[in-house]
T-cell receptor, first 114, second 115 residues
Framework: DPKIIQKPKYLVAVTGSEKILICEQYLGHNAMYWYRQSAKKPLEFMFSYSYQKLMDNQTASSRFQPQSSKKNHLDLQITALKPDDSATYFC?????????????FGPGTRLLVL | AQSVTQPDARVTVSEGASLQLRCKYSYSGTPYLFWYVQYPRQGLQLLLKYYSGDPVVQGVNGFEAEFIKSNSSFHLRKASVHWSDSAVYFCAVRPVNTGNYKYVFGAGTRLKVIA
């Protein structure tokens, strides 16, 4: 059974619209993360959460807003979508934020903005 | 700020041959070091990690890596590759005890194993 679920798998959106990417982890982890991977850039760290609290934000744009309704959920809301937002977005989790804890990655949501 | 360089974007090796994928990092201290693998249409999976002790760490599927502090390197090795090793490999670093928990990934090396 998948331990980190990301929904949807694929997403097509129009410029200017808003989408929410869903992430749920069933590993009992306390820390969750979002990454972005595009053809132009390597895997890029976006956010980290620990016990549902935002700890790190490396995203310059306020159009990207993480939302944690439960400890094992970390959704990503993206508003005013642009074609440059097209990428695969990966959710990850680890036992805790500190230490050399292994990060486990979900399968990703592939977003295409037209 | 830390950074990771994987100088080889693509590597092609024959099945059964040995493999080395290079990784160099830039960081003033000793970071935590990781190698991840990404198969097509999948998320990243951890191969191995280093955080202290023996500089040669063993990972899954016969992979190992050696931390050489003097060279700021953490190259990945495998004695004999299999066609199923074809994937993209990422090296990553994370600072230790700085309050900065951000992982930094290299650009990745795409490995193709041919018959």
């Amino acid at each position: 059974d998948p331990k980190i679920i990301q929904k949807p798998k694929y997403l097509v959106a129009v410029t200017g619209s808003e989408k929410i990417l869903i992430c749920e982890q069933y590993l009992g982890h306390n820390a969750m993360y979002w990454y972005r991977q595009s053809a132009k850039k390597p895997l890029e760290f976006m956010f980290s959460y620990s016990y549902q609290k935002l700890m790190d934000n490396q995203t310059a744009s306020s159009r990207f807003q993480p939302q944690s309704s439960k400890k094992n959920h970390l959704d990503l809301q993206i508003t005013a979508l642009k074609p440059d937002d097209s990428a695969t977005y990966f959710c990850a989790s680890s036992q805790d934020r500190g230490g050399p804890d292994t990060q486990y990655f979900g399968p990703g949501t592939r977003l295409l903005v037209l | 700020a830390q950074s990771v360089t994987q100088p080889d974007a693509r590597v092609t090796v024959s099945e059964g041959a040995s493999l080395q994928l290079r990784c160099k990092y830039s960081y003033s201290g000793t970071p935590y070091l990781f190698w991840y693998v990404q198969y097509p249409r999948q998320g990243l999976q951890l191969l191995l990690k280093y955080y202290s002790g023996d500089p040669v760490v063993q990972g899954v599927n016969g992979f190992e890596a050696e931390f050489i502090k003097s060279n700021s390197s953490f190259h990945l090795r495998k004695a004999s590759v299999h066609w199923s090793d074809s994937a993209v490999y990422f090296c990553a670093v994370r600072p230790v005890n700085t309050g900065n928990y951000k992982y930094v990934f290299g650009a990745g090396t795409r490995l193709k194993v041919i018959a």
